[in-house]
């Protein structure tokens, strides 16, 4: 979307406004204005004009224009209605130069999680992959791994739905029974990244919410937004509110580490972890920057940076 298009949809966001203050505002001709309005009709906006000037008296429904229209982050959209994997059109876009850019699809046909796993991504899901170019050194990414796990954690709240966050990038709804995933994944995310010794070129953070998906369509040991509430949730809010919070997060990295705190689902208990270097298992009693789980050992703390985590039955 171009500079112009979302000048004029964060200008009608705000409520009415008149032709010329929109001219003034964007810097183009009150014909130029006229002929953006008439675009946003033409693809579903229901733009009214009145004695104090334009005002939008509803949106289309999931895409680019919608999604953008209200969002408070400086991120454009990029929508598609099918497409094979949103990580993989982020890096595309990452290689030609963007930055903050939000990819967002309907159903993806190639989705996949960490390791190369298949991850189920059919369409009424919220499928995005967020591209920014932090300044930051490659050791210090999987903050924000924990960044996009937290903000998608407190949206699924406001949402109604309890969610949970098991290390160290699965968002779950807890059953109350042990089980060695710790609940029903709700959410993954995967992050990617290309950088040098000293700084992330780019990073993309890939977050794949089963919202309005029926349990037919889920693998077994998931659940859904729709499962939880008993009803679909709108997705447009839903992507702004994540972008949001994500923005929010990133700009306040020191924030992140309690916010995941509070959320977690892996601190307190027994857990297995699968590393490259053999297994660690004890009691997860904290998460360090950048990420890392310290788990509590027969042998002391040890900090794992990486691994497969499971949840064990208590002794």
């Avoid at 996009?148 to 949206?155: D, E, G, L, M």
């Avoid at 590393?275 to 997860?284: I, K, L, R």
């Amino acid at each position: 979307m171009n500079e112009t298009r979302r000048a004029l949809l964060d200008a009608l966001a705000e409520g009415p406004v008149g032709g010329p203050e929109l001219a003034d505002r964007l810097g183009v001709s009150r014909a130029a204005v006229w002929k953006q309005v008439e675009a946003l009709r033409d693809e579903g906006f229901e733009v009214e004009s009145t004695n104090d000037g334009y005002v939008v008296a509803d949106v289309p429904g999931y895409g680019a224009a919608s999604i953008e229209f209200g969002l408070d982050a400086p991120f454009s959209v990029e929508y598609h209605d099918s497409v094979d994997s949103t990580n993989l059109r982020a890096r595309e876009l990452a290689a030609e130069g963007a930055d903050d850019v939000a990819v967002v699809a309907d159903e993806q046909t190639g989705g996949r999680g960490r390791l190369e796993r298949a991850w189920s991504a059919p369409s009424g899901g919220v499928w995005v992959s967020i591209l920014v170019r932090p300044q930051r050194p490659p050791a210090h990414v999987p903050v924000f791994t924990l960044a996009a796990a937290v903000a998608v954690t407190r949206v699924c709240r406001e949402v109604g739905v309890d969610a949970s966050i098991k290390w160290p990038n699965d968002v779950l709804v807890e059953t109350g029974e042990r089980s060695e995933r710790g609940g029903l994944k709700l959410v993954g995310i995967l992050t990617e990244m290309e950088g040098e010794a000293d700084r992330v070129s780019w990073l993309v953070a890939g977050i794949g919410v089963n919202a309005n998906v029926d349990a037919a369509e889920l693998p077994e040991g998931a659940t859904s937004l729709r499962e939880q509430t008993g009803g679909d949730v709108d997705r447009r809010v839903f992507v702004q509110r994540l972008l949001e919070e994500f923005d929010e997060l990133r700009e306040n990295p020191d924030e992140v580490l309690p916010a995941w705190r509070a959320h977690s689902a892996t601190l307190g208990q027994r857990v297995r972890v699968e590393t490259s270097g053999g297994v660690v298992e004890g009691t997860a009693v904290d998460v360090e920057f950048p990420g890392a789980l310290v788990v509590d050992t027969s042998e002391g703390d040890v900090r794992v940076h990486a691994g497969d985590c499971e949840h064990l039955r208590p002794v």
